[in-house]
């Protein structure tokens, strides 16, 4: 989704119980509509994929998204059990869990919830990956000891990939911040669009091409609204000609949708009054 225009960039038919392995797909997706890399996508948490996130770091595309601690800290409020450590018995209460910890990534050091600095102590390996390891001996005069630590003071471990690290400064930074916030805005706002406004109620078709088609019945729907919005209707109708134009220059590219699209385009003293899909 477009953060200027709220214009629907890109979509695509996809099986897969979660988001984590569509990010690579959504980006190589942008990067063929758009004609190029070097632009900055928004996403939630359910795409972390490690391999993924590392490939688009590594590419002049900047990503935005929040690591498993921001997620989880949206969610404070869910009623979800309280984990166990697996070295001990103790349960962790859930107001010195890891979201409460806040990270100051200038200075690379942990700030626990009474205030207490946790700096960067050694690394560790566990399953063959590397951990950097945060602690203070504050926790041994601390009250809330018990409920915070599972031994005698509270480590905090951080994976030591430099590109994943610095990915969760750039959402941290208060560039990262403003931008992530406007998300909800942009994309929630006009998913909510397409709902009321445009009566999307779900795929009405079966099968593959079916839906994908209807699909994009509804992007084209969305996207010549919003055209409309800023722009007159003189060029509209200019924008109109020159898509199905593409039809000459684009053989195994079928877009008879369109077709529809445009004998159903009724205009009204100079407003879109409808826009019908079939």
């Avoid at 972390?48 to 409020?77: C, F, G, M, Q």
Wanted: hydrophobic residues 30%; proline residues 2%; charged residues 35%.
């Amino acid at each position: 989704m477009d953060d200027k225009y709220g214009m629907i960039a890109v979509h695509y038919i996809t099986q897969s119980p979660n988001d984590k392995k569509e990010l690579l797909i959504t980006v190589n997706e942008l990067n063929e509509r758009l004609g190029k890399e070097d632009y900055v996508i928004v996403v939630d948490h359910g795409y972390w994929h490690i391999k993924s996130l590392e490939e688009i770091y590594n590419s002049p595309t900047t990503i935005v998204i929040p690591d498993r601690a921001a997620a989880s800290h949206k969610k404070e409020n869910s009623n979800k059990k309280q984990k166990k450590s697996k070295k001990s018995s103790i349960k962790i209460d859930k107001d010195f869990r890891k979201p409460k910890f806040f990270k100051d990534w200038q200075k690379d050091i942990y700030i626990c919830p009474n205030g207490s600095i946790l700096r960067r102590m050694n690394n560790n390996k566990q399953n063959g990956i590397e951990y950097k390891v945060y602690g203070t001996d504050d926790c041994f005069t601390c009250p809330d000891q018990k409920k915070c630590a599972t031994e005698s003071k509270r480590k905090i471990k951080d994976r030591c990939e430099s590109e994943i690290n610095e990915i969760k400064k750039i959402y941290y930074s208060e560039w990262g911040q403003e931008i992530y916030h406007g998300r909800g805005y942009n994309a929630e706002g006009n998913f909510g669009t397409l709902f009321e406004s445009r009566n999307f109620r779900g795929i009405k078709t079966r099968g593959t091409k079916r839906v994908k088609e209807e699909l994009t019945q509804y992007a084209i729907t969305h996207n010549i609204k919003k055209i409309h919005k800023h722009t007159t209707v003189n060029v509209l109708k200019t924008i109109l000609n020159l898509i199905k134009q593409e039809k000459t220059k684009h053989i195994n590219v079928n877009i008879n949708i369109i077709d529809e699209l445009i004998k159903d385009f009724i205009i009204e003293d100079e407003i879109i009054v409808n826009l019908k899909i079939k």
